[in-house]
């Protein structure tokens, strides 16, 4: 098929373009980029007046469940909601049943994803067997099979000792180590934010040092082994510090943020909402204070969602027996344009940045870019479309979001994947 993008605001960061300009996509490739492109036959025109057209978004940071936890979530309704978020791409954590710790499990989640053929997904394998922390999968054969990161998510690798290992040999296999940054004992049962809320609402605490520490583990094991670590979910001003600080000193270290973490604080938490409790959890205002400055001086690379999607009957259980986690995709490009894109606190170029260009130069793919002879993967986005976030509308198979009744501005239009229209809301 062939399609005629008109009139839009091309945005490329790549490549520093920020023109009114037409694409032309022929076949899974755009053809031809400019001013004034004339449509030929057989070709569908789409008028994009007053949208930003950019490289395809890209979530480094989701959970799939499948296989094993359809109930929750599965590939092709994962898949759907990154398309109508906004997303070509997306990276899914490994913390499946069974886990992706083998070529069997990676290979099954690429075939899958092909048959659905909506986004790219990139399955992470886990770093260790089970995400046990005990002995290191066969990297070189996740590898291979088609791993496009490693990650223990949701159950780091206590052992430093093992951690080090790990980095040395995803290095060999050019793979990079996505670190969930906490101190299991030093969290213990908390279920949020340690401080004056939790104690005032009579919650078990998760004190920032469990994050820290283990940001500061891993810088130090970058710093050893010469090998790239990529900071999941930081929620924390001592981490902020602790990442700029290893930026600075040179070493191989990005970091990503989520959009909970920049929209709410611990103070939502008051409520006894299941839906806001997340790990890392919702930290005080002064952390979102400090987590927006790392994204303005480039301390954080990117915006991740960190969906993670449960059962209606899981996330109505009593706070501290519900699990951790909230669903993202669909919410992630208007959070993020409403709370710092209309407040003027990031530019759309910044934020296409950190979510597109900088993802894909951490996984090592295709450079996210809009020009002749690249794969068209486009998002398209009506930065002053409103509306307000509905969960029954969602894709996603799941529904625990706190945003629900929340007026937005700022929403993907259509998306574009490999030359095919996979989500349209255009009018």
Known sequence: MALLIKEARLIDPSRGVDAINDI????????????????????????????????GLIDMHTHLREPG?????????????????????????????????????TEYILGRAKVIDTVRVLPVGSITKGLRG???????????????????????VMNADLMRNALDYAGMFDLLIISHCEDKKLAGDGVMNEGRMSTRLGLSGIPSAAE???????????????????IAHVSTAGSVRLIRQA?????????????????????????????????PPLRTKADQEALIEGLQDGTIDVIASDHAPHTLVEKELEYDYAPFGIIGMETSLP???????????????????????????ILKIDPARLAPGDVADITVIDPEKEKIVDV?????????????????????????YHGKITFNELK
């Open 24 to 55: 032309l996509i022929k076949g899974e490739k755009i053809s031809e980029v400019g001013p004034d492109l004339l449509p030929a036959g057989g070709v569908d025109v789409i008028d994009c007046t007053g949208k930003i057209v950019c490289p």
């Open 69 to 105: 936890r359809e109930d929750k979530e599965t590939i092709a309704t994962g898949m759907m909601a990154a398309a109508a978020g906004g997303f070509t791409t997306i990276a899914c954590m490994p913390n499946t049943s069974p886990v992706n710790d083998t070529a069997s499990v």
């Open 134 to 156: 005990e002995s290191l999968s066969e990297i070189g054969e996740l590898k291979a099979a088609g791993a496009a990161a490693l990650s223990d998510d949701g159950m780091p």
């Open 212 to 230: 820290e520490i283990m940001v500061a583990r891993e810088i130090c094991l970058a710093r050893l082994t010469k090998r790239s670590v990529h």
């Open 335 to 361: 959070l993020i344009l409403t709370r710092l894109y209309h407040k003027g606190i990031l530019n759309i170029s910044q934020i296409i940045e950190k979510m597109s260009c900088n993802p894909a130069r």
């Open 247 to 279: 930026k600075a000193e040179g070493l191989p270290v990005t970091a990503e943020v989520t959009p909970h973490h920049l929209c709410l604080t611990e103070e939502a938490v008051a409520g006894f909402d299941p839906n806001t409790k997340v790990n």
């Open 392 to 416: 029954s509308a969602f894709r996603s198979k799941a529904r625990n979001c706190p945003f629900h009744g929340w007026p937005l501005k700022g929403y993907p239009s259509l998306t574009i």
